[in-house]
């Protein structure tokens, strides 16, 4: 599986876990996850390779979803253990 379907689909379980998703131009740094007004959002930095947006996204999937209890392709999962921990 590539960086771009892992990305899609750490994208959609962010989705799914009721994070907002914002693509904006952020001058390729990747983005991240924050909170506005108690709501968390996930910035998608459109001007980022899809290897550093995944690994951020990874990073906010684990923080924000309780990975343990949903189901996550086998391939997904790897790539949040392995990749994850390295940006937070």
């Given at each position: 599986?590539n960086?771009?379907?892992?990305l899609?689909?750490l ?9 907002t998703?914002?693509?904006?131009p952020?001058?390729?740094n ?5 909170a506005?007004?108690?709501?968390n ?7 980022a ?12 999937v684990?923080?924000?979803?309780d990975?343990e ?12 253990e ?7």
């Open positions: 599986m960086e771009q379907r892992i899609d689909e994208l959609a379980l962010l989705a799914g876990g009721g994070v998703i914002r693509r904006e952020l001058g390729g990747g983005g991240g996850l924050c506005v007004r108690g709501q959002v996930f910035f998608l930095d459109t001007e390779g899809s290897g550093e947006s995944a690994a951020l996204c990874a990073a906010a684990r923080k924000v979803l990975i209890s949903i189901y996550i392709r086998p391939e997904v999962r790897q790539f949040i392995e990749r994850s921990d390295l940006k937070w």
